[in-house]
């Protein structure tokens, strides 16, 4: 079982649709959880972070946490074709060990006019 | 403009040459880190560093070098040993933020092509 884990996609939503990406982690100690958009040929963007459960919302971007089904994910409301890209999903796992991140392989969406 | 710079974008070198991927941050971040990113796959940690003078392995760290003698600089220098040197390679910079999260910020990257 992969660490962090993610449908590859492609995801395809029409323009003024709902995305929604989901990432299941396997150490139930997990304690932050990331999601970046990554645009072909450039470097991950950080989008938006959580670490408690339930709801966090900024702009179009919703995150949804649920620790207890090891279970993240994001809603993209009114899509735009701008959001086409890669998302990852990262999971910094329990305190210590520098703090590092575990990606997910990423989910690719695509957003048709 | 605080960010983190990589440099050069582009880097072509023949095998068995090492070769040393420059990373500069100015956010005054304590932790940084190295990323190799291959076509359709996610981000493997190759080395990090917490501090100044300090840094661990990450989970490919054969053929690869790091130092940290600056807080601002974190150079990795992939060497003639690393078997499959072409990649694209990120640096990331983290500090525990108002919320303790350690989120991590990218810099451009660097894609390396060896031949």
């Known amino acids: 079982q992969k660490e962090v884990e993610q449908n590859s996609g ?19 100690g997990s304690q932050s959880f990331f999601w970046y958009r990554q645009y072909s040929g450039k470097s991950p963007e ?4 959580i670490y408690s459960n339930g709801d966090k919302e900024d702009g179009r971007f919703t995150a949804q946490l649920n620790k207890a089904s090891q279970y993240v994910s994001l809603l993209i409301r009114d899509s735009q074709p701008s ?8 999971v910094r796992k329990s305190a210590g060990g520098g703090n ?8 690719q969406l695509k957003v048709e006019l | 403009d605080g960010g ?24 005054n ?15 493997r940690l190759i080395y990090y ?16 070098s790091v130092s940290r003698e600056k807080k601002e600089s974190f150079p990795l220098t992939v060497t003639s040993a690393q078997k499959n040197p072409t990649a694209f390679y990120l640096c990331a910079s983290s500090t525990p933020g108002t919320s303790g999260g350690y989120e ?9 092509t060896v031949t």
Request: proline share 5%; glycine share 10%.
């Open chain 1, 46 to 49: 950080l989008i938006m972070f």
């Open chain 1, 100 to 107: 590092k991140l575990t990606f997910g392989t990423g989910t």
């Open chain 2, 4 to 27: 983190i710079t990589q440099s050069p974008k582009y880097l072509f070198r023949k095998e068995g040459q090492n070769v040393t991927l420059s990373c500069e941050q100015n956010l």
């Open chain 1, 10 to 28: 492609p995801l395809s939503v029409p323009e003024g649709a709902i995305a929604s990406l989901n990432c299941t982690y396997s150490d139930r």
């Open chain 2, 104 to 112: 991590q910020y990218f810099g451009p990257g660097t894609r390396l």
């Open chain 1, 83 to 90: 959001d086409s890209a890669t998302y990852l999903c990262a």
């Open chain 2, 29 to 43: 971040h304590d932790a940084m880190y190295w990323y190799r990113q291959d076509p359709g796959q996610g981000l």
């Open chain 2, 49 to 64: 560093s917490q501090i100044v003078n300090d840094f661990q392995k990450g989970d490919i760290a054969e053929g690869y």
